[in-house]
């Protein structure tokens, strides 16, 4: 199956601060990737949808100042959580999709932690 | 718009005896359907999916899932469940595949040896 990576795994970070994850599409062209955010024990909540080499279309409640989300080629994007407060703390996992086939691919998640 | 509804928190079920994990949704169109398994920490492991085709659907690790459109449902299931199948399962279902996908809220399954 498509692989989806994600780096960093983890991070942990001080309030103010901003942090960069990275979603990366190994063996397939992304043409669309979402992001999406899970607190604890809560199910996945998508924040954004991005094409690329377009802006992200993000969901009714999510700050697109705060959550800035590139995806400037088929095989990256990335999202950057601006000024980071401890209640940005969560776990986030990317998604691509291919336009042959209407099936997403999930990346193992990053887990951000805001001091 | 799209909703997926998992009616049970937890599910508790004796190692070797059947699972169920229930799932209903809600779209416009025709559903296309998902089922992942998480574990602690880590990111949605795929299980299997229903697009078109034979109603009962074959997946990873032995489980199976039965789409019923009249009743707008789409349980998973395990014959014989073993300890290692604890984990937190989410349903999914997104309306031709077109827009993203819309995950329910878990369901937590704890196997008892």
């Known amino acids: 199956g498509a692989v989806v990576s994600q780096h960093p795994s983890w991070v942990i970070c001080k309030s103010g601060t901003s942090v960069k994850i990275e979603c990366r599409s190994l063996d397939f062209q992304a043409t669309t990737m979402f992001w999406y955010r899970q607190f604890p024990k809560q199910s996945l909540m998508l924040m954004a949808t991005s094409n690329e080499g377009s802006k992200a279309t993000y969901e009714q409640g999510v700050e697109k100042d705060k959550f800035l989300i590139n995806h400037a080629s088929l095989t990256l994007s990335t999202l950057t959580v601006t000024s980071a407060h401890p209640e940005d703390s969560s776990f986030y996992i990317c998604s691509g999709r291919t336009g042959l086939i209407n099936e997403q691919f999930f990346g193992p998640g990053t887990r951000l932690t805001v001091l | ?113």
């Open chain 2, 1 to 113: 718009a799209q909703s997926v509804a998992q009616p049970e928190d937890q599910v508790n079920v004796a190692e070797g005896n059947p699972l169920t994990v229930k799932c209903t949704y809600s779209v416009s169109g025709n559903p296309y359907l998902f089922w992942y398994v998480q574990y602690p920490n880590r990111g949605l492991q795929f299980l299997l999916k229903y697009i078109t085709g034979d109603n009962l659907v074959k997946g990873s690790y032995g489980f199976e899932a039965e789409f019923n459109k009249s009743q707008t449902s789409f349980h998973l299931k395990k014959p014989s469940a073993l300890v290692s199948d604890s984990a937190l399962y989410f349903c999914a279902v997104t309306d031709t595949g077109n827009t993203p996908l819309v995950f329910g809220k878990g369901t937590r399954l704890s196997v008892i040896a």
